[in-house]
């Protein structure tokens, strides 16, 4: 049913900063939380950053005070705003539900932080 189309990913400096952008179809955001997710090569997929429906946030420690989820409701879309990123932020984001993901994940966008 729901689908999720990551964008807004790229090539930064570390100390750059990146907006990523999550669409879905339908009504996801009246109804469950979404999460961005994402997986470096040879890694394991983690939660980044969380959002509900009711606006409350919460992210990784590897992130906080560089992330910040978002969302507009009108549009179906959430957003994750990168600043201060580090080599260690590179990776394939994904937007998924939260807390309990569709077993289905998008292409997902690559962000790379490299100089």
């Known amino acids: 049913q729901v689908q999720f189309v990551e964008s807004g990913g790229g090539l930064v400096q570390p100390g750059g900063s990146l907006r990523l952008s999550c669409a879905a179809s339908?009504?996801?955001?009246?109804?469950?939380?979404v999460g961005w997710y994402r997986q470096a090569p040879g890694k394991q997929r983690s939660l980044v950053a969380s959002?509900?429906?009711?606006?409350?946030?919460n992210y990784a420690d590897s992130v906080k005070g560089r992330f910040t989820i978002s969302r507009d409701s009108a549009k179906n879309t959430v957003y994750l705003q990168m600043n201060s990123l580090e080599p260690e932020d590179t990776a394939v984001y994904y937007c998924?539900?939260?807390?309990?993901?569709?077993?289905?994940w998008g292409q997902g966008t690559q962000v790379t932080v490299s100089s």
């Open positions: 998924n539900s939260f807390p309990l993901p569709r077993t289905s």
């Open positions: 959002t509900i429906s009711g606006g409350s946030t």
């Open positions: 339908g009504s996801t955001f009246s109804i469950y939380g």
